[in-house]
């Protein structure tokens, strides 16, 4: 962005006048501090004591944000004008709210202003804390605040915008959670060295802070971490009290059935195999014991059946796909008959879920029998596509049906572990269409180390907790949203853009594919697909982002103030600088380094291969601050630039032989069409073609809607784009799609160019061969179509869908070279 425009900006922001928000005729205040009073906070004698908790996190907020801390007061009934928090069943509530709306309810609330009073009530106890942070939340205060150092604004009126009606709302998802995973370079050194060293480890101290994070974003699960630098959660003294404080589910990932982790619990010198064919007496006790203590300690979890390796592999000893089939069936049955004895309840009433995790969707694709009441929890292909969904057959199912879904992945073809830059578009779809086809009861996002997920942790569990609060035109807004909460309305509408580039650069390669290297096995970095204009536009797109990123950073506005608040530097820094300069640099470091490979001159080339070490050096010095200077070195230990030590961070050294490489290409891109470009469609019956705004390399990627599932056999649905040439000759149609999955791995489009005749495609790869591997690296599934044309002017391409689930990015036209 142009400095001036940014000064131009500044100065309209300063002396316009133009409020930064409008206001609202269909809302209310509710003032809660100014210059002469401050509202006192009531509670009902007999609250629980997470509510409490959450109460005086309430009134710690209000004093951050005024100077001035409310009043907590304990009450049996609404009296005085103040704010009334407390669950349906609290005294001062019953004949004040309608019982029969919050009834019986999971995690309910109701925020209303009644005559003078604030009225804060939830079904139950988690319901109301989340009407809490409900609060805390429109008052200013980021779930961040802690986890990201986003220091309260001071200000000293402070009222709470509501509609007319209030706020009544409940969760669309009924588990909602997180996966702490692969912490070996993040959280779990950074709790070691910096934050719990008197544990050593990710200990209470550390889950404790995880804990109040998840409440304020209204999420109620954690699977814990679980690597072999981490002690199993349970294994810690502290860990489970403080799951209990919090009122927080636990669970257990696809490779930890009942509760146990394996990693850290089962040794084999004492307990002999893990390995239920020759070893089942063993494995029994060892399960039964972790049911007796949580029995004992009246945890709340939702217990993980089946049965896998001692991580992330398969189960020992099956020797064929029928004899793991039969097997996985004989243990869930056994696992639910020690569940019904230890816990004295019939099995419907105690949470289970089953994870078709790799090996394991084999096992159920091919005849494994899971009891009705157990959730399926679908897992996607660890980059963001869910693999498989409930038939309208299995969404009949009592346990109902959710997902396991990656923003942060160790494993072939390349880890994503350092930084967050899945495209929030590809959630919105990837979890609405999940939504829509019965996964309902539990969603779970491996979110590596927390940090530098925030962004997207945050887009994941708020669709969870509604998943009608993002549009498909509104991924943006909630952006814009989610920068005016964490900085300032003042750049919010500048930013948006800077983030949607950011995620879609991201989107064609990320910054830890930019090697073009792989891993299980490693490979070495090589020479990328990009010819030299590919590269310079893409240097020249990043360096964009980080003029904006260090201009907003500077930028001062007259009588406003700096554009980031006072104090909320280190959180610009960490969720804006960080990742998105970061990206950038690795970028530069290849692409310069792709550059040199392609000149034959020596000053050209050693000035890129300079460029590309400088590049290198700068991840450095970011990360070091990240590290070292950053909120006064809180968060030491935290960011590595150099998860698991892979090819892919090493500085390219001057040094480093490469052949030289020419851009010989049979064709060359003619016309790029982005899939909002259609001039004609036809949806099948009850489906109509719609644009999903933020998501694929086109930023307007066009699927079918609902995505309520359905194949269409005669009338399919089509969409239709027009190109035009200056001349005849040997032509490519490239049509690019997002990698989808559906159940039965028969996506199919057909493809006309003109009056030519229709050549049919399936689009979905098996398992994770070479082709699956190559869309997932690029986020594309593309089909080639060579044509000859003989005439000049218009021409179209028709392009039709088999079945839902469907997703065109973009088309490009390639000619012959």
Avoid at 573 to 582: G, H
Avoid at 668 to 676: D, G, S
């Amino acid at each position: 962005m142009n400095k001036n425009i940014v000064f131009a900006f500044l100065f309209l922001l300063t002396f316009s006048g133009i409020p930064l928000y409008s206001q609202d005729k269909n809302s209310v205040d509710f003032l809660i501090a100014d210059s002469n009073q401050l509202t006192s906070i009531y509670m009902d004698k007999k609250t629980d004591d997470l509510i409490v908790w959450a109460v005086n996190e309430l009134a710690d907020d209000i004093k951050e944000i005024t100077g001035k801390r409310p009043k907590i007061i304990q009450s049996d009934k609404v009296s005085k004008i103040g704010i009334y928090i407390g669950q349906a069943s609290s005294s001062f509530f019953k004949s004040k709210v309608n019982q029969k709306e919050l009834s019986n309810q999971w995690e309910k609330f109701s925020i209303k202003k009644e005559n003078e009073n604030l009225l804060v009530v939830g079904s139950d106890v988690r319901g109301t804390v989340f009407a809490i942070f409900e609060i805390t939340e429109r008052l200013g205060v980021s779930p961040w605040k802690w986890w990201a150092d986003v220091n309260a604004i001071k200000k000293e009126n402070l009222s709470l915008k509501l509609p007319q009606k209030g706020i009544v709302s409940s969760p669309s998802v009924q588990y909602r959670g997180i996966f702490l995973n692969d912490e070996d370079w993040g959280l779990e050194p950074w709790a070691e060295k910096t934050f719990e060293t008197e544990v050593g480890n990710i200990g209470p101290k550390t889950y404790e802070k995880i804990f109040q994070l998840l409440l304020r974003l209204k999420a109620n699960t954690i699977w814990p971490a679980m690597h072999p630098s981490t002690k199993g959660f349970f294994t810690l003294a502290g860990n489970k009290e403080m799951a209990h404080k919090y009122h927080i589910v636990i669970g257990s990932s696809h490779a930890e059935p009942m509760l146990r982790n394996n990693v850290d619990e089962w040794k084999p010198k004492v307990y002999g195999d893990y390995n239920y064919f020759t070893n089942k007496t063993q494995v029994d006790k060892y399960w039964q014991d972790r049911l007796d203590e949580v029995k004992a300690f009246q945890n709340e979890t939702i217990m993980t059946l089946g049965m896998r390796g001692v991580h992330d592999s398969k189960m020992e000893g099956a020797k064929d796909l029928k004899e793991s089939i039969n097997m996985v069936e004989k243990i869930i049955v056994n696992q639910r008959e020690m569940l019904s004895n230890t816990f004295k309840k019939p099995l419907k009433e105690i949470p289970q879920a089953f994870v078709p995790y790799k090996e394991v969707l084999e096992l159920y694709d091919n005849g494994l029998k899971v009891p009705d009441d157990i959730t399926l929890v679908w897992p996607d292909d660890n980059y963001g596509y869910i693999r498989r969904l409930s038939t309208e057959e299995e969404q009949k199912r009592s346990g109902g049906s959710g997902v396991y879904y990656h923003i942060s992945y160790w494993g072939r073809p390349h880890d994503y572990l350092w930084l967050n830059t899945v495209q929030p578009g590809l959630i919105w779809s990837e979890m609405t269409k999940a939504y829509e086809n019965g996964a309902k009861k539990m969603w779970i996002v491996n979110v590596g180390d927390i940090k530098p997920g925030e962004y997207g942790m945050e887009f994941f569990l708020d669709l969870a907790w509604d998943v009608n609060s993002i549009k498909q035109d509104g991924i943006n807004l909630y952006l814009k949203n989610w920068i005016t909460r964490e900085f300032s309305p003042q750049i919010a509408d500048y930013f948006v853009p800077v983030f949607e580039e950011h995620y879609r650069l991201a989107f064609l390669r990320k910054p830890e594919y930019m090697g073009w290297s792989q891993t299980e096995p490693t490979t070495q970095i090589k020479l990328s697909d990009f010819t030299a204009a590919e590269c310079l536009e893409r240097i020249k797109a990043y360096d964009d982002l980080i003029d904006q990123v260090e201009m907003w950073s500077a930028a001062v506005a007259v009588d406003i103030g700096p554009v980031v608040p006072d104090g909320r530097e280190d959180a610009y820094f960490q969720l804006v600088t960080y990742p998105i300069e970061a990206a950038a640099y690795m970028n530069h470091k290849f692409l310069y380094w792709n550059l040199a490979a392609m000149t034959t001159d020596a000053k050209q080339k050693e000035e890129y291969l300079n460029l590309s070490v400088k590049a290198y050096e700068r991840i450095k010095e970011l990360t070091d601050f990240y590290n070292t200077k950053m909120s006064n070195g809180k968060w030491n230990n935290m960011m590595s630039m150099k998860p698991r030590n892979l090819p892919v961070f090493d500085s390219i050294k001057a040094t480093v032989t490469f052949q030289q490489i020419s851009e010989k290409r049979d064709f060359k891109p003619f016309i790029t069409i982005n899939a909002n470009q259609f001039v004609d469609s036809k949806g099948g019956k009850n489906y109509n073609w719609g644009i999903i705004n933020g998501f694929g390399f086109s930023n307007n990627a066009v699927t079918l809607f609902p995505f309520k599932h359905s194949y269409f056999k005669d009338d399919k649905p089509w969409i239709s784009y027009e190109f035009e040439i200056e001349k005849a000759g040997d032509y490519e149609i490239e049509v690019h799609l997002i990698p989808t999955h559906t159940n039965k791995s028969d996506h199919e489009i057909g493809v006309q160019i003109d009056t030519n005749k229709t050549k049919s495609f399936l689009i979905n790869t098996k398992d994770r061969d070479k082709t699956w591997k190559e869309n997932v690296l690029r986020n594309s599934a593309i089909v080639k179509i060579p044509v000859f044309i003989t005439n000049t002017g218009k021409h179209t391409i028709n392009i039709t869908v088999n079945q839902t689930g469907i997703v065109l990015d973009y088309i490009i036209v390639n000619s012959k070279i």
